[in-house]
């Protein structure tokens, strides 16, 4: 079996591109953002460096169990889920690509996610919800799109960009209140002052940045995601009638539910919004319905010529 980077998932130069771009934008801005608190706070540079990078590899290294934790995702045996295991095992091998680790998160709300910095590495988990209400028909396309994304390789960029600015803004508190402003930064205090103005403004840049470029990058990829899983199984009608039921259905899960969710929905198959918050697509981590819809209805017309 191959690795996963010459899967038979469709290639996507365009989410390449992207992808390419947003970590290379965020990367210069990151280590702009590093270099200046080196220059501005120079009697502290070792922790910084110590801070950032040791905080960054972990986050990498770990990503999948970290996401996991936060989602309350369990691994599960085939002797559990024997169907939803079924499935990713027919997948895989008509995809040609590892297997990844199958998690299940107990909640009522629909949806689904992927994770993991490679293919060796990848969980693919859904919720009890949505195994209750998708079709099999169905599930084969979501989990489908969420083979893609591993394929793809986007689910890590997706984690290492949208830390980048959290990051930023981590070291940024750690040097304003936990002293690193210490030593030479006091000596003087217009230098010290100085510090004080430029580095909130440099980490707000720096996460507003990481912000737009992850929001208009995960806008794609999920795209490209339903792309390549209509591509694959040859039934874009399954995975638009997941998508509908699942879009409907997630309005109906109780508020405070939602928002727990809400800080993942980058990673979810489709958005934990409220059917007010839907309507907003401006800041959303997904393409609208419609847009998703009108592309696979595409598709299935291509696919039937």
């Known amino acids: 079996m191959s690795s996963g980077q010459h899967s038979r998932f469709a290639p996507d130069r365009g989410l390449t591109g992207r992808m390419v771009t947003t970590m290379f934008v965020i990367g210069?801005?990151?280590?702009?953002?590093?270099?200046?608190l080196i220059v501005l706070l120079r009697g502290a540079w070792p922790l910084i460096v110590l801070i950032s990078g040791g905080l960054f590899v972990a986050q990498f290294w770990f990503s999948d169990r970290i996401t996991q934790r936060a989602m309350g995702a369990r691994e599960v045996t085939p002797?559990?889920?024997p169907q939803l295991h079924g499935t990713i095992?027919?997948?895989c091998a008509l995809a040609d690509m590892p297997k990844p680790r199958v998690a299940v998160t107990v909640t009522d709300m629909p949806n689904a996610f992927a994770t993991g910095r490679n293919p060796e590495r990848a969980v693919v988990c859904?919720?009890?919800?949505?195994?209750?209400?998708?079709?099999?028909?169905?599930?084969?396309?979501?989990l489908a799109h969420e083979l893609s994304h591993v394929a793809h390789r986007d689910v890590a960029v997706m984690t290492i960009a949208g830390f980048l600015g959290v990051l930023a803004g981590v070291i940024t508190r750690i040097a304003l209140y936990g002293g690193l402003m210490n030593g030479r930064g006091r000596s003087n205090d217009s230098n010290a002052a100085l510090a004080m103005i430029l580095i909130p403004l440099i980490s707000m840049v720096v996460y507003a940045a990481s912000f737009l470029l992850t929001r208009l990058l995960s806008r794609y990829r999920e795209l490209a995601a339903d792309r390549a899983a209509a591509q694959l199984t040859g039934r874009p009608s399954a995975l638009a009638s997941a998508l509908?039921?699942?879009?409907?259905?997630?309005?109906?899960i109780p508020s405070e539910d939602l928002r727990r969710a809400q800080p993942y929905n980058a990673?979810?198959?489709?958005?934990?919004?409220?059917?007010?918050?839907?309507?907003?697509?401006?800041?959303?981590?997904h393409p609208s319905l419609e847009q998703r819809l009108e592309q696979l209805g595409r598709i299935s017309a291509e696919l039937g010529r």
């Not at 919720?127 to 079709?135: C, D, F, H, P, V």
């Not at 509908?244 to 109906?252: F, H, L, Y």
């Not at 979810?268 to 981590?285: D, G, H, K, V, W």
Request: hydrophobic fraction near 45%.
């Open 28 to 36: 210069l801005l990151y280590v702009g953002f590093t270099g200046l």
């Open 79 to 81: 002797e559990e889920f």
């Open 89 to 91: 095992d027919r997948l």
């Open 126 to 142: 859904v919720t009890t919800g949505l195994l209750r209400r998708l079709e099999p028909a169905e599930l084969e396309g979501v």
């Open 244 to 252: 509908t039921k699942v879009t409907g259905q997630i309005a109906a």
């Open 267 to 285: 990673f979810y198959f489709a958005p934990a919004l409220s059917a007010r918050e839907a309507a907003s697509q401006l800041m959303s981590t």
